[in-house]
């Protein structure tokens, strides 16, 4: 069975530039989430989807994050503009229930910003 | 705070040595999971253990729950050297959402 998969696995842009992040979960999986995780912490949950329907974003710093899950299958994480702070690994989960049980990550995508 | 407070931090022991890590938290939860991280495996679940469920193992694994005093443990046996990773404690609660601590990371020196 293949994994979540995640591209690209690195990006480095300067401050007010756009970045895009993409994910295709494992097939079958109707929950996605996007995590950010910054150096020397946890994992920290971004938005989640359940199939293309977002769940919950209350930790989506909307004025600058934005997420779409087209047709329920893979996603897309864009940030316009980046900050410095926003230097961290994307992770990209999925899993086969709502919530609440075991996910399934992607490798990442390792941001910086310069 | 929402999440789990993993101790110690750090962790630095021989090759088949035991290791153990510590998880408190303050909120209700439905489970605890645990994950690793490592930079060859990136992170993956390890085991979850359900709000009324004391113990469980899978194979070098075991890991307590004490709801009443809301902590949980985890116990590597026999420890090998690629045991050495970032370990996760995970609290699911009432919501669905999984909530991260900062993480224990062990080194286990060949």
């Known amino acids: 069975e293949a994994g979540v998969a995640q591209s690209p696995r690195y990006k480095i842009i300067e401050k007010r530039q756009s970045v895009a992040f993409w994910c295709n979960p494992i097939?079958?999986?109707?929950?996605l989430y996007w995590y950010q995780q910054i150096l020397g912490q946890g994992p920290k949950l971004l938005i989640q989807?359940?199939?293309?329907?977002?769940?919950?974003d209350s930790q989506l710093p909307k004025d600058r994050f934005s997420a779409e899950r087209l047709k329920g299958v893979d996603s897309t994480l864009k940030i316009q503009p980046a900050k410095l702070e926003d230097s961290a690994v994307y992770l990209c989960a999925s899993s086969s229930s709502r919530g609440g049980n075991e996910q399934f990550f992607g490798p990442g995508t390792r941001l910086t910003v310069l | 705070s929402q999440q789990g407070e993993e101790d110690p931090q750090a962790l630095s022991i021989q090759e088949g040595e035991n290791a153990t890590m510590n998880c408190s938290y303050k909120?209700?939860?439905?489970?605890l999971q645990w994950y690793r991280q490592n930079s060859g495996r990136g992170l993956v679940h390890l085991i979850l253990?359900?709000?009324?469920?004391r113990e469980k193992h899978s194979g070098r694994l075991r890991v307590t729950l004490d709801t009443s005093k809301k902590s949980s443990s985890l116990l590597i046996t026999a420890s090998r050297a690629a045991d050495t990773a970032s370990y996760f404690c995970?609290?699911?609660?009432?919501?669905?959402?999984?909530?991260f601590g900062q993480g224990t990371t062990l080194q286990v020196k060949p």
């Open positions: 097939s079958g999986h109707a929950t």
């Open positions: 995970v609290l699911n609660g009432n919501t669905g959402k999984l909530i």
């Open positions: 909120t209700s939860i439905n489970n």
């Open positions: 253990i359900r709000s009324n469920e």
């Open positions: 989807f359940q199939n293309n329907g977002v769940v919950d």
